[in-house]
């Protein structure tokens, strides 16, 4: 009697679960397919696969109209050219859950080893970030990417990026850097995640996108990586700020700017012949798109609100000597 039971249960399990697009009931699925397709674009790359094998992990919920797809799976072959994200602002509504095309919910999903990988990484970076040596400033200077990228490419040496410093620097690198720049005013930017956001929901894996280090960096520069992002938080930010001697003058939410310029760099990187052959010689192909698809998954991001970018102007309290 268990056993029959047990069978039974299978059995409505797997007439009535979520039935892989890859499968031979795909003649039924084109609905299906349609949506996919008008979010996530086949390029020329992909001209030579069935469309549906570069969702052979998908797994559809008829039922409740909801296709998950392989996050693994989707940034593969994004990295690798064969499909493009029609906007910004559908990475908005997909990280949150909230893509609806043609009636299907189209969600991220993400295995378990991707947590376990993500897991053992978090903990590495916040074991390295805490017990980091004190660096000097001129050692910062030298070895970290600190300063703001514009749009163009630029480094703007008037700001600096917080998510490149260590965080156990933040703090004397913020008293420092004034110091070494003879200046009245500093200005800092900053990312950071919403304060709803926590391990291990789909939200958060899907915020940490951007801010990891890539497989495919075989690159004689290594890229400065951006962990602080994901173990500082505002909160962490207004207990160090600001220093004694210092206080802040302007706090601004500048997220949509951001936004804004991530994807003029992604533009460039497409259609700026020049800059992307001197990208790919110093770099490799698949750097190059890894890179170009993170710059719009964190702009998408952005536009979502489950992370946002901050500018903080910091100058001297009146008759103080700190920068002096």
């Known amino acids: 009697m268990a056993t029959f039971a047990y069978v039974l249960w299978k059995f409505l ?93 189209i969600r991220l999903a993400f295995s378990a080893k991707w947590k376990i990988v993500l897991l053992a990484w978090l903990l590495n970076q916040y074991m390295r970030s805490n017990n980091v040596d004190c660096l000097s400033i001129i050692l910062m200077l030298s070895q970290l990417n600190i300063f703001v990228v514009s749009s163009q490419g630029i480094h703007l040496v008037h700001k600096v990026d917080m998510d490149h410093v260590p965080n156990r620097e933040k703090e004397n690198f913020i008293k420092n850097f004034a110091q070494l720049a003879d200046r009245d005013s500093l200005v800092l930017e900053f990312t950071c995640f919403a304060d709803h956001l926590r391990w291990p929901g789909q939200p958060f894996i899907a915020c940490t996108v951007p801010f990891l280090p890539s497989d495919h960096r075989r690159c004689s520069k290594p890229h400065p990586e951006r962990f602080s992002t994901l173990l500082y938080g505002l909160r962490e930010y207004m207990a160090i700020f600001p220093p004694k001697g210092l206080q802040v003058s302007k706090l601004a939410d500048i997220s949509a700017e951001r936004r804004k310029s991530l994807e003029r760099r992604a533009q460039d990187f497409t259609n700026n012949q020049q800059w992307r052959t001197a990208y790919i010689e110093h770099h490799n192909m698949l750097c190059w798109q890894a890179t170009r698809v993170k710059l719009l998954w964190e702009a998408g991001l952005l536009a979502s609100g489950l992370i946002y970018r901050l500018r903080v102007t910091i100058v001297k309290k009146a008759n103080d000597s700190t920068f002096k």
Do not use: M
């Open 13 to 105: 399990c797997l007439a009535t679960g979520p039935k892989r697009i890859g499968s031979k009931h795909l003649g039924a699925q084109r609905d299906v397919l349609a949506a996919l397709a008008s979010v996530f674009i086949p390029t020329k790359a992909a001209w030579t696969y069935q469309y549906q094998d570069l969702f052979a992990d998908a797994c559809v919920t008829e039922s409740a109209k909801i296709i998950n797809i392989d996050a693994s799976q989707l940034f593969k072959n994004l990295v690798n050219g064969q499909l493009e994200i029609r906007s910004t602002d559908d990475i908005s509504l997909l990280v949150q859950g909230k893509l609806l095309v043609y009636g299907w919910n």
